[in-house]
């Protein structure tokens, strides 16, 4: 089991960048693979990155490439997802979630376990 907190949402401005963090309890960090997602008002949730257990791979939805990072501190049971040149497309509620699976999935239906979310609003 493990509970998931993010933090560091805010209002911005675009072309600004924010860190998110996602903050795990539980000593089994290190054995789930960790997603970010974000809900808009109106819209399905979507991936936006995921990286596996050591952190060697991540993955990226195309709206985001080049522009997100996502990362991982294993002894601080920490994931992160760095976000820069920020556009009002990008405002939603960011959820991080940990996730079982052999791979880095994509879809949210496989990831057991998630946050309560984080609001992340850019301003034009």
């Known amino acids: 089991q493990v509970q998931l907190v993010e933090s560091g949402g805010g209002l911005v401005q675009a072309g600004d960048s924010l860190r998110l963090s996602c903050a795990a309890s539980?000593?089994?960090?290190?054995?789930?693979?960790m997603g970010w997602f974000r809900q808009a008002p109106g819209k399905e949730r979507e991936f936006m990155a995921g990286?596996?257990?050591?952190?060697?791979?991540?993955y990226y939805a195309d709206s985001v490439k080049g522009r997100f990072t996502i990362s991982r501190d294993n002894a601080q049971n920490t994931v992160y997802l760095q976000m820069n040149s920020l556009k009002p497309e990008d405002t939603a509620v960011y959820y991080c979630?940990?996730?079982?699976?052999?791979?880095?999935?994509?879809?949210?239906?496989?990831?057991?376990?998630w946050g309560q979310g984080t609001q992340v609003t850019v301003s034009s």
């Open positions: 979630a940990a996730s079982l699976s052999v791979g880095v999935p994509s879809t949210a239906g496989a990831y057991n376990h």
């Open positions: 539980g000593r089994t960090f290190s054995s789930y693979v």
């Open positions: 990286i596996n257990w050591s952190g060697s791979r991540a």
